[in-house]
């Protein structure tokens, strides 16, 4: 009976000291934590290099036939900067900034959950240590890119109306809108809540292949630096991935990222279509037609020069959080 006793006393003690483990750890990986952490890295990152997302908008469009686009045919990406610095103010690099973020609430905390989810549905363990193939982590991440960007496709398309706004009171044209909400309020009324999707498809396209490059790239190089050259989870190894994928994505991304700028900042008919492009197909055949193949990569430099370093402020900043409040390695 003593024994009983002195057995039973401990059990009870530390059962609920080993309970406490688990639960702490849980939350910080849980879907609610990686989806905050996600979006507050996503916003640092898109604050360091909103402004050579703008100079990459403002490429992609020269070469249209606008009207007076000839006062504003910067030529290469210094010169578009430059110019917009010059002729709008500095702080004009960071138009269109609010939506951006707003995106990014919906786009960042959904893509890297789901590829999270998917890959750990698709692991035949569970384990992600060991890394998935790359045919399955390309699905995972094409996936989880699409599904994130079709959600956010809205936040994108007045992104990029405002982006446009400067230059188009340069040009001596009425100005579409004056702010986020009014640009919300003013596709709605053209086109109605199906207008807020206008570009979603080749935006869709374009996110499908930047997270072919970067979810999919960053998680399998850096599943290989771990695994193969014996190196632990640190930064050496978050700045190698995040480089690399950065440059993947942008390679995959552009063409698409184009067409997507081009259909999305089109003038629209009081029914909210197109008055220059009939659809992505359309937008992709003329630009062919009359600036050549090499137009699909307009903006290209920007792009990725833009893509590194926001690749690596994204993924330093996540894992760097994500260790901090003591989750697991993504």
């Not at 960071?94 to 995106?103: E, F, H, I, K």
């Amino acid at each position: 009976m003593q024994a009983a006793k002195d057995t039973s006393t401990p059990t009870t003690a530390v059962s609920p000291r080993n309970q406490l483990r688990p639960v702490k750890f849980d939350y910080a990986d849980s879907f609610a934590c990686t989806y905050a952490v996600s979006v507050v890295a996503a916003s640092i990152a898109e604050l360091a290099t909103y402004p050579l997302d703008l100079t990459k908008t403002r490429l992609q469009i020269q070469g249209e036939g606008v009207a007076g686009a000839a006062k504003t045919q910067y030529r290469g990406m210094f010169a578009t900067a430059m110019g917009i610095v010059k002729e709008e103010g500095v702080m004009r690099l960071w138009q269109g900034v609010p939506p951006a973020l707003y995106r990014h609430i919906v786009y960042s905390g959904v893509r890297i959950c789901s590829y999270d989810y998917l890959r750990r549905q698709a692991s035949e363990t569970g384990d992600i240590s060991v890394g998935l193939p790359v045919w399955k982590s390309a699905i995972c991440g094409v996936t989880a890119g699409s599904v994130a960007q079709w959600l956010a496709s809205p936040a994108d398309l007045v992104k990029v109306q405002i982006q446009m706004e400067g230059k188009r009171r340069l040009m001596g044209l009425e100005p579409r809108v004056h702010g986020a909400a009014h640009a919300f309020k003013e596709i709605i009324r053209r086109g109605g809540v199906r207008g807020l999707w206008k570009g979603s498809i080749p935006n869709v396209q374009r996110a499908a292949l930047v997270n072919l490059g970067d979810l999919t790239t960053y998680d399998t190089i850096k599943r290989f630096i771990m695994n193969k050259l014996h190196m632990p989870d640190c930064h050496t190894v978050h700045v190698a991935s995040s480089i690399c994928a950065g440059f993947v994505a942008a390679i995959m991304g552009t063409p698409a990222d184009v067409i997507k700028t081009r259909v999305m900042n089109q003038p629209t008919d009081e029914s909210g279509r197109g008055l220059r492009y009939k659809g992505s197909i359309d937008c992709l055949q003329q630009t062919i037609k009359k600036e050549g193949l090499p137009a699909l990569y307009k903006g290209f430099l920007p792009c990725w020069i833009r893509m590194a370093p926001w690749s690596l402020t994204f993924w330093l900043s996540f894992e760097q959080i994500r260790k901090t409040i003591g989750a697991s390695s993504y």
